[in-house]
């Protein structure tokens, strides 16, 4: 008799345990989904920042009138930051949904967001470009510096890569945590060493 009771009260002690432990992770993965869906916000307010001081970037003056239209350059990182805030509130909302992750959601993200923070960099990177030939100007090609005229428009734009840059750091960490939830729960896809090596 009372090995029956004893074995009963190891079975209870071993399911409040199990119970326990199954609580913890789910309040651990509950707190990382918040923490997760709070950095992909953080990203929308600096997009909105850099994309709108471009689009009210423009001078007239005693030399001509410059805005950011003319430069394909400006153009592009405009059109970055929109697409880059918009995907952030969609993938916020999408990380936010208390489901259980899937493989191919997993992959989505990753993919999403590898690919909008090439876009972003990209953006920013040939935005600096134009800014150190608009400052230094370029001597071989007798290319006066154009910010020299146009100071104010040079400012604003640099104002505008700077922030886009801040944008950069928040999808390369975003891109960090979705490539760590992505190979520490899946597999990488197998392949086949046959077709590999005969093609």
Known sequence: MSTVVEK???????????????????GNGSSLRTAETLLRLLPIAPCVAALLVMLHDSQDNEFGSVSYSHIGA???????????AGYSLLSAIMSAKSRPPTKSLAWTFFFLDQLLTYIILGAGAVSTEILYLAFKGDSTITWSPACESFGGFCHRATTSVIITFLVVAFFALISLISSYKLFSKFDAPAINPIKATFG
């Open 8 to 26: 009963s009260a190891a079975e209870v002690a071993r399911g409040d345990e199990l119970e326990g432990m199954s609580s913890n992770g789910n």
């Open 74 to 84: 400006f153009r592009f990182l405009v059109h970055a930051n929109g697409i880059c």
